[in-house]
Each structure stands twice: as structure tokens, then as C-alpha cells.
């Protein structure tokens, strides 16, 4: 059979080990993590015992030095049974890619493989209360202190904090220069100064924990800054170019998940005396649910594989597969609800949870109107 706009076998293979591990040991905790708002460990185990937690990482820090279609690919499998979960090696990845892309050999040797053998995870801090769409707005500081520099503020909404023992950090390290005076920073959690705030209280995504994280004099030594002073805010930019597909991949699985339990329930759901997957309304929905995922994965992977190899039109496409994935998750989750009837409104199914999961991935890593505004910036350009 001719390989023609296929995914090589490998990705496939890649594919059917995920999905074998997401539905013997991810699926079923997945309704008690969201139920109990607990952080997914059984995930967490599984996907660093079969080595899926953090795929991206190079050959060169001891990782498996999957590409960014392959990482796309685990992500959606996890999602596809459990959104929270699927931020494990989603996470791992938007926190270790300004590192991977601009950081110092020293900082790569002392960072990656500690993330690549799943003995620590690691965050991405960007936002503030008061510093979201607008990130640059931040008002974290980190100032110079003989070799040293010293941190102080408070980063909102982290994914995964408290259970990462990395942080990459933006901070202003020179007020007067706008976005061209934000630096990155790499901080542990065991670092003086670091401390990790209460639990948000979320709609969805109840198993991954967010929280903020405050700097209070944290203390880390020079060599921890990522690139040079005043490049953090590009690195971080460029970061999302990498990540908002694994977003898309996260939004595609949770529509999968969704349009896999639809299709199940109206073949078995008798109304009228016959499934209701008979009556050609439902069979629209579905037939409308399966096209924008198909459509959405495979904008998704483009995107991935643009990104990777360094495309121009790479930010367009991230936000381009970010923005269609997520729409198309929202869109196909509450069609799931809609097919299962007062069943799909309980705790009873999963469609609900996949419901309540979907809205998170129109929001983070930019919402869906700062999607729109980089398409068309980069568009009229
Ligand atoms: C569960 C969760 C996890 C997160 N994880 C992380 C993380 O790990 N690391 C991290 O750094 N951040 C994280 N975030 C933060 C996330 O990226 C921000 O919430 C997001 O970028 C939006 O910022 P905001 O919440 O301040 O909304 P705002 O910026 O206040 O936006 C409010 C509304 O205004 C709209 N808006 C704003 N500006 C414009 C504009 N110029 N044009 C049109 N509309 C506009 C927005 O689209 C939105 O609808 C997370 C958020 C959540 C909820």
C-alpha cells in the first residue's frame, strides 16, 4: 500500500502502543480523577514507565527524541481517555521547549534528562493575574545579584504546579524595554524563595492541578537563565509556535473520546422502537462530529510538522490547528451530550467530563481571539 500523506508506521506504531496504555491504565481513573479534582499518578506511572511522558526530549539528554508529530500523536491518545492526563507529556513539552530552544548546553545537561527518565516534570509560567492575552504586561522582576539573580512576583494559572519540580519563568529583568526586557529563567522547587499556591477550583481539567507560584527574594544561580538577558519573551513566543499544536492534539483526542461514546450510545439506545442511530438526524451529528475531527487532526499535524521543520508559516498553522481543534472539541463534545440525551447531562458517562474538559483548550496557551489575531497578523502582514 502506497505511504502517500499517510503517518509513517512508526507513528503508528507509536499510536497503538498509546491508545493499548491509555485504555488499560489511563481510562479508568479517569472518571475518579475528575470526580475527586486528584492529580492522575496512575497516568503519571504509566506514561513514565512505558517512556510516554516526555517523548520530545533529544537523543542528546538521554530522551527518545520523538518528533513533533509523534509527540502530537501521544498527547491525543492520552486525551482521548483522559484530558488531565494528556497534560503530562503536554506540559512536559511547553515547559522544556524554551530550554531546548534557546537555552545553555549547561542548563540543557542539568535540565533535561532529569525530565527525560521522569524523575521531575517541569512547568511553563508566563501568565500574571493581570498579565494574560497581554503576557507582556508582566510585572514579575528578576534582578541581578553578584553571579545570581533574584526573583520576585507571582506567575498565575500554572499547569501542573506543585507537581513539577522545574519552572520556566518569564520575568522582566529591564523595565524600560517593554517585551525586549522579559529574561527566562529555570527555577526548582526546592529554590529558596519558591513557594507554590492554593488549588484553583475548575470546570474541567480537574485532574491537573493549577496554581500559582510566588517568588519571594528566590535566589537561583546565573547559569539558570535561558538564553540572554532580554530574549525571554521571543523564546516564549516561539515556545507556543511548538506547543499550541499540542493543544490542538489535546482538543482532537477529547473529540475522538467524544465522537467514539456517540456513536457507541445511538447503536444501542432504542427510542421508538428502533437505535436511535437510525433516525438520520442523529446520523448528521455524527457524520458532522467525525469530519471537523478528521479536519482538525489533520491541521494538527500539519502544524506540528511545520513547526519542526522551522516552516515561516508555522506560527499561522499553530494557532490555525490550536483554534480549529479547540472550536471543534467544544462543538463535538456538547453534540456527544446532546446524542446521549438526560444520560450524556450525568456523571454517568464520560461525556460530560469531556465537555467541561473541552472549553480549557479554547482558553489556554491564548484564547481563541488571540488565535484569530495572529492568523490574520500574520496574514496582512
Ligand atoms: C486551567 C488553566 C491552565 C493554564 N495553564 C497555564 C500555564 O501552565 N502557564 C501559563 O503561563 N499560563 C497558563 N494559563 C493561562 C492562560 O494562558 C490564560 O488564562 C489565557 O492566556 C487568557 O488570559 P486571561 O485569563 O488573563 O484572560 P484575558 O486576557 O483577561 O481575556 C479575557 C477575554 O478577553 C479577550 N481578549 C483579551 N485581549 C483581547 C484582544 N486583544 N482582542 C480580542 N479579545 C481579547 C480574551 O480572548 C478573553 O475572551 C492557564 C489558564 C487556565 C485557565
Redesign the pocket.
Given at each position: 500500500m502506497s505511504d502517500l500523506y499517510n503517518l509513517p508506521e512508526d507513528h503508528q506504531d507509536i499510536r497503538a502502543a498509546v491508545r493499548e496504555l491509555a485504555e488499560g491504565a489511563i481510562k479508568p481513573f479517569a472518571a475518579d480523577c475528575d470526580e475527586k479534582e486528584r492529580y492522575p499518578v496512575e497516568a503519571q506511572k504509566a506514561l513514565i514507565d512505558a517512556g510516554f511522558h516526555a517523548v520530545h526530549i533529544p537523543e542528546a539528554y538521554e530522551g527518545m527524541g520523538a518528533d513533533a508529530v509523534a509527540t502530537v500523536v501521544v498527547i491525543e491518545e492520552v486525551a482521548r481517555v483522559c484530558a488531565s492526563s494528556a497534560l503530562i507529556p503536554a506540559?512536559n513539552k511547553?515547559g522544556s521547549m524554551p530550554i531546548i530552544l534557546s537555552g545553555s548546553e549547561e542548563l540543557k545537561q542539568a535540565v533535561l534528562p532529569s525530565i527525560a527518565s521522569g524523575e521531575a516534570m517541569i512547568?511553563?509560567?508566563?501568565?500574571e493575574r493581570e498579565a494574560?492575552?497581554?503576557?507582556a504586561a508582566m510585572r514579575t522582576r528578576a534582578k541581578a545579584d553578584g553571579d545570581d539573580w533574584i526573583l520576585n512576583g507571582t506567575?498565575?494559572?500554572?499547569?501542573n504546579a506543585g507537581v513539577s519540580s522545574w519552572y520556566t519563568v518569564m520575568a522582566v529583568t529591564d523595565p524600560d524595554k517593554g517585551s525586549r526586557g522579559i529574561s527566562a529563567f529555570v527555577v526548582h522547587a526546592d529554590d529558596e524563595g519558591f513557594q507554590v499556591g492554593t488549588k484553583?477550583r475548575?470546570l474541567g481539567?480537574k485532574g491537573s492541578p493549577?496554581r500559582e507560584i510566588h517568588f519571594d527574594n528566590c535566589r537561583i544561580p546565573g547559569w539558570r537563565i535561558v538564553g540572554e538577558p532580554g530574549t525571554g519573551y521571543s523564546t516564549a513566543l516561539a515556545t507556543l509556535e511548538h506547543t499550541r499544536p499540542t493543544i490542538g492534539a489535546q482538543a482532537v483526542g477529547i473529540a475522538q473520546g467524544a465522537l467514539e461514546l456517540s456513536v457507541d450510545y445511538a447503536k444501542h439506545r432504542q427510542q421508538f422502537g428502533k437505535a436511535i442511530a437510525q433516525f438520520q438526524a442523529i446520523q448528521f451529528m455524527i457524520a458532522d462530529m467525525a469530519m471537523a475531527v478528521e479536519a482538525a487532526r489533520t491541521l494538527v499535524y500539519q502544524a506540528a510538522a511545520a513547526a519542526e521543520r522551522g516552516d515561516p508559516r508555522s506560527s499561522f498553522l499553530a494557532s490555525a490547528a490550536k483554534c480549529l481543534a479547540s472550536d471543534t472539541a467544544m462543538s463535538v463534545t456538547t453534540d456527544a451530550v446532546q446524542i446521549l440525551g438526560g444520560a450524556g447531562y450525568t456523571r454517568d458517562f464520560a461525556a460530560e467530563r469531556m465537555m467541561r474538559d473541552a472549553k480549557?483548550t479554547q482558553?489556554?496557551?491564548?484564547?481563541?481571539?488571540?488565535q484569530r489575531?495572529v492568523m490574520a497578523r500574520s496574514l496582512l502582514r
Open positions: 506540559v511547553l512547568s511553563y509560567a508566563l501568565s494574560g492575552s497581554d503576557a506567575k498565575c494559572w500554572i499547569t484553583e475548575k481539567i493549577t480549557i482558553i489556554y496557551e491564548g484564547t481563541n481571539q488571540i489575531l
